[in-house]
């Protein structure tokens, strides 16, 4: 079983940055990749990013392209989120979450029900 920390999350102004951090403990060799979600409050969970842990290849929601980067670190079994020009409608807890499911692919990892395990989530805030 993997288990997931976020943390990085806070209060900022439109056009800020924040970088979000999840730490990953556990069985980290059986999570073939990692993704990041947010929600809204009154609305659903949205796909934000994904990543695989080997290789590195990456997918970015639409909304977020440009402007977010998901990386990771293996050494650390940490993958962070790097948000630049966040603007209000990025407001959100963002929840990592981890998938043992491996699928071709990283696009398909947009895909809320391939994660096995999610973190607690964190809170980001845009001020506008």
């Known amino acids: 079983q993997v288990q997931l920390v976020e943390s990085g999350g806070g209060l900022v102004q439109a056009g800020g940055s924040l970088r979000l951090s999840c730490a990953a403990s556990?069985?980290?060799?059986?999570?073939?990749?990692m993704g990041w979600f947010r929600q809204a409050p009154g609305k659903e969970r949205e796909f934000v990013a994904a990543i695989r842990w080997s290789g590195g290849s990456t997918y970015y929601a639409d909304s977020v392209k440009g402007r977010f980067t998901i990386s990771r670190d293996n050494a650390k079994n940490t993958v962070y989120l790097q948000m630049n020009s966040l603007k209000p409608e990025d407001t959100a807890v963002y929840y990592c979450a981890a998938s043992s499911i491996l699928r071709s692919s990283i696009s398909m990892y947009s895909s809320s029900w391939l994660y096995n395990t999610w973190g607690q989530g964190t809170q980001v805030t845009v001020s506008s």
């Open positions: 556990g069985r980290i060799f059986s999570s073939s990749a």
